[in-house]
């Protein structure tokens, strides 16, 4: 690949990541510079800067690391939270990661070690979420936590933090970070409703939907 076109390569994941970014804003899944979005080309990862709130960023403002954490582009600080991406990226294949404060997935990661299987969505995860125990932001302990609880797993809840999605793109990442706050939000809702426990599907359910899973969608143009 020449110069110009890796370039041009990160140039348009700096804007997607940017467009993402903005998107966790607008929905109310983070408040004022609170969360972060990664992206992985090649072996470069860009990254939201520290304390940089997301209107703010323009296409001067790229950063980017190696996978050891060396930064390779830019001239602001990435995100405190570094360690955790570069953990993920290390230990998966993951090209995307969004982290946010999502408020009823916070709220859910306060009273259970794992999200209830409330929802057959559940399954498009990998399974029921898991809560990574608690740690201080930006640690090398909260990336260990968080990588072991996203073994076989797509999402995951952070103990009173927040919640980290994976993708194959920012897109991926980022709709899931929005299902799994809709699954906590349900669930909330349902254990909230006095003299009654939410009704929880098993683990053949779930199977079963992850089956289903694999044939959803539309094929890509030419392959129909």
Known sequence: MTDEARGDMIDRAWRELVATARRTAAEGLVAGTSGNVSVRVGDTVLATPSGVPYDRLGPGDAVGVDLDGTRVLGRLAPTSELPLHLAVYRATPARAVVHTHAVHATAVSTLV????????????????????????????????????????????????????????????????????????????????????????????????????????????????
Do not use: I, K
């Open 113 to 224: 070690t794992e999200l209830p299987p409330v929802h057959y969505m559940a399954a498009a995860l990998g399974g029921p979420p898991r809560v990574a125990p608690y740690a201080p932001y930006g640690t090398a302990e909260l990336a260990r936590r968080t990588v072991r609880a996203l073994r076989g797993r797509t999402a995951c809840l952070l103990g009173n933090h927040g919640t980290v999605a994976l993708g194959d793109t920012l897109d991926q990442a980022f709709d899931r970070t929005v299902q799994l706050e809709w699954m906590c939000r349900v669930w909330l809702a349902a254990a909230s409703v006095p003299g009654r426990t939410p009704r929880l599907l098993d683990a053949a359910q779930l199977a079963d939907t992850a089956d289903r899973l694999r044939g959803y969608g539309q094929d890509p143009p030419g392959e129909r």
